[in-house]
């Protein structure tokens, strides 16, 4: 998350649902099981002419598979790794990065989160050398037919990237087989290989931790506080608004320039809270839920575990409109992802605070989609496929589909071809 955590920023930043990869010490695999999967986890309800795939060469189910993430190892809190370590397939067995297990090998599997944090660090020799490192293990994956899925969390990285970790963002889409794509909206790079395979949601994650009622008038914008997620613009909207009735709480690790912009905004507007530091789960929990709306004005959105955080705790969230959130908003129920076109200001804010208060919605948002027994057998059939296709083995035939149906979510898991997902 952003998320839980999918962004590119450090993995020690912000909320609980704030994803990036890294390179721990820890090499021990995280053995997960779940239970048989039925029939039903593998009905595929996409409408339109997808490809087929044949895997004659892919591990058979009783083969237990190897996977090795880009993601540093669960620390207690919340992430994105959490998911997807315990929410692997049943023969799975995944193992969060080291740079001595990636380059040693032993592994079936490689899936790379967001490679630029790959190759980043903030001394230069240490960054070269992880440069150099990357590109030997890209030569020593191809040499051992060990496949490359990356997970597309975002098309492009939200801080800008050099040239030299341009090349490298390129050598790993070059050595990537096979593509996980977010949402409907998200397309593979060229003729890439790919599945749709959701972002989980976390109501197992949170269901042990305390709940408050959401207070009216209540906002919330929570998680790694960076310049792209429109934090001043969110300062600026709220303030223009009169009511003694309203309150803002700014929850998260920030950079240092918006540190100073929202101690600011705190000093002239009593109205406005801040929890700047990395948010723990009770902590995010209450935050959230005390909320009548989480705001989330990204400049910048294609898919975010902080959305899908506040989903999972029965909580509306006002974001821009975008062909994602548009897929989102029609998967899990109206009123809960409320969508704004153009600029955020103190309009969009006011409004999205009416349509809080008085659009009709279920008791619940429907993730049901976003399940993790779903999921997890939904990746592990992409690794078998990604096996096969490192192996030469697979055959793919039909017509991709041209685009996302009107209505319902694909059932997690279908390979396209030809940047369709």
Known sequence: ????????????????????AGSPDATAPVDVTRPPRSAADHTDDHAGAAAAITRPDAPGPAQRLRVLHT??????????????????????????????????????????????????HPRPLRRAARHVALHLLLALLRVRRVPVVRTLHNTVPHESVGRAEARALAAVDAATRLYVLLTPATRAPGDAASVQIPLGHYRDAFAHLPRVAATPGRLVTIGLLRPYKGVEELLAAFTALP?????????????????????????????????????????????????????????????????????????????????????????????WVLQYDGEFDAAVLADGLHRAATTPRSARPDLSARDWRVLGAAHDDAYRTAVALARGGARVSGTPAPGTPAHGTPAPGRLTVGGHG
């Open 243 to 335: 009511g003694d009735h309203l309150s803002l709480t700014v929850a998260g690790k920030p950079t240092p320039e918006i540190a100073r912009v929202v101690e600011d905004a705190v000093a002239r507007d009593p109205r406005i809270t801040a929890d700047l530091r990395f948010v723990p789960d009770a902590t995010f929990v209450e935050h959230v839920t005390a909320a009548e709306l989480v705001v989330l004005p990204y400049r910048q959105m294609t898919n975010s575990g902080v959305l899908v955080a506040a989903l999972s705790l029965d909580r509306p969230c006002l974001v821009p409109a975008s062909p994602a959130n548009a897929a989102l908003a029609a998967e899990v129920g109206e009123g």
């Open 1 to 20: 998350m952003e998320q839980f955590r999918t962004t590119t920023d450090d993995a020690r930043a912000a909320s609980p649902v704030d994803a990036p």
């Open 71 to 120: 993601l540093n190892p669960p620390d207690g809190t919340t992430r994105y790794v959490d998911q997807m370590l315990g929410g692997a397939g049943g023969d799975v067995d995944a193992l969060p990065f080291t740079w001595t297990t990636a380059l040693r090998g032993g592994y079936d599997v490689l899936h790379v989160h967001w490679p630029e944090l790959l190759v980043r």
